[in-house]
């Protein structure tokens, strides 16, 4: 955004554009962590249509603010004199706002937004609890305990929910029919079953490669979205 805001002309401006579009990654992100919050089939479409939603929002707000703020020294005289840097870059303040916003949202993200990777979700989060103690001084300030409690009734329940123990009332197996697992496969299956389970098993612990991820269509759609965005 800066590069684009001191671009002194055309192709440096596109170059500019073009950088900032190959550096964006938030469709992926935002479709991922949409997937995994939304773990009901039935609730994705509504939470996938906020992002178009937004992203149309932000093309009607985006050239409204940068219409606004461009070129403040002939149409704000009061406010920014003459020979300055706005007048030699006329449109650096619409970048820079946009950046400030920008560096707004990623603050945002690393205070307060949660990890929903499945494998992670538990794991310590240096930035959540930087967020926690900015929020328990502004909560000791108006005399209210109500994010303490929320956070040990939140804590309370991911430990219920993670638990790996039985309730003491349930923990009996006597007369209790036994079935077998994938991991523990009877030997009277079929033997397509067994296999089947077996690569699948043997899938779930392989990663994929960078060349099985970043395929040719993948790579197009990259260069596309990156001089186009």
Not at 80 to 102: D, G, K, R
């Amino acid at each position: 955004m800066l590069a684009f805001g001191f671009a002194s002309s055309l192709p440096i401006a596109l170059l500019a554009r073009a950088l900032g579009g190959a550096l964006n990654g938030n469709i992926g992100v935002l479709q991922t962590t949409v997937a995994e919050i939304v773990t009901e089939k039935e609730h994705q479409p509504s939470a996938y249509a906020i992002m178009p939603f937004v992203w149309s929002l932000g093309s009607i707000l985006g050239p409204l603010i940068g219409g606004a703020l461009a070129d403040p020294c002939k149409n704000y005289p009061g406010i920014f004199s003459q020979q300055t840097l706005f007048e030699a870059y006329p449109f650096l303040l619409p970048n820079i706002v946009c950046a400030m916003i920008l560096v707004v949202g990623i603050l945002i993200g690393i205070l307060f937004l949660e990890e929903t990777h499945q494998e992670k979700r538990y794991g310590r989060d240096i930035g959540l609890e930087a967020g926690r103690k900015i929020l328990s001084l502004f909560d000791r300030q108006q005399g209210l305990g109500s994010y303490d409690k929320l956070q040990d009734a939140n804590f309370e329940e991911n430990r219920l929910l993670v638990e790996d123990d039985a309730p003491p009332g349930y923990r009996t197996t006597e007369g209790s029919p036994r079935y077998p697992s994938s991991r523990s496969l009877s030997p009277a299956a079929p033997p397509y079953t067994r296999a089947v389970l077996a690569v699948g098993s043997q899938r779930r612990g392989v990663s994929p490669s960078v060349q099985t991820a970043f395929t040719r269509s993948v790579v197009v759609h990259i260069i596309g979205y990156g001089i186009l965005a």
